[in-house]
């Protein structure tokens, strides 16, 4: 199928492998398209044992996961995923026609990391990968061995572990994205806009209704190894705020 006006390639990047998992073979030759013509490696799946099984062997580096699936269902996968430590970080763009607010947060709350609506713009979907994948990509020298700490806090960004106390914390790749630019700004109000911009970059200015809910589960699993600590402070009306001072 032709398609005007494509995204523009990944030039000068490793060519990263995207899986693409729906069982609407319509929506996953028209997302395999825009996404093989933007630069990526494409892998498929039609039903939830297939894609977990791909995910578990092949280890994309991003899914595209439809939500309604023969076998297991979104939700399912994604769960599985958070669980295992060697899938706990790929990132998962959640796609589904169910727009109720309550879906949305049951596959934020899970670990996905966005949720598009269907019907859906493909360049919108290849936009979001872009942007998804972008700190994934290495921009740093690999000479650089930066680490944050703030409090009980320990961050090493370029092995992507977080430690509280020696504890280490699994977490998502928004996550991990989310509590990197807090622990930049440690002891700094951040808004939301701002919070996702450092990030995730200005792609996803328009997330601001999922923030809270990804803040939720950081806050949660940080709490997990320090229950009478309040790492994120929500300052009413204005945005969140890590407690303590960070340095590299």
Not at 26 to 42: I, K, T
Not at 125 to 137: I, K
Not at 216 to 224: A, I
């Amino acid at each position: 199928m032709p398609i005007s006006n494509p995204l523009p390639a990944n030039k000068g990047q490793p060519s990263q492998r995207i899986l693409v998992v729906d069982d609407d073979r319509a929506v996953v030759r028209l997302m395999r398209s825009y996404l093989e013509q933007a630069g990526y490696n494409v892998l498929v799946a039609e039903d939830g044992n297939a894609a977990l099984s791909l995910i578990r062997c092949e280890r994309p580096d991003l899914v595209l996961l439809d939500l309604m699936l023969p076998g297991r269902d979104g939700w399912e996968i994604t769960r599985l995923m958070r669980l295992d430590p060697l899938l706990s970080t790929i990132p998962v763009i959640m796609l589904t026609a169910r727009v109720d607010d309550i879906d949305k947060i049951n596959g934020l709350e899970l670990g996905a990391d966005d949720y598009v609506t269907k019907p859906y713009n493909p360049r919108e979907v290849v936009a979001r990968v872009h942007a998804r994948l972008r700190p994934r990509q290495g921009l740093m020298p690999a000479t650089t061995h930066k680490v944050l700490r703030a409090g009980k806090l320990e961050m090493d960004v370029n092995s992507h572990e977080v430690r509280v106390e020696e504890q280490a914390m699994s977490l998502t790749a928004t996550e991990f994205e989310l509590l990197r630019a807090l622990m930049e700004q440690a002891g700094y109000v951040l808004t939301r806009q701002e919070l996702i911009r450092r990030a995730l970059g200005s792609d996803y200015l328009g997330m601001e209704r999922t923030l809270d809910s990804h803040i939720r589960n950081l806050r949660r699993k940080l709490s997990s190894a320090q229950p009478d600590a309040e790492f994120i402070a929500n300052v009413y009306g204005v945005g969140y705020r890590l407690e303590g001072k960070g340095y590299k």
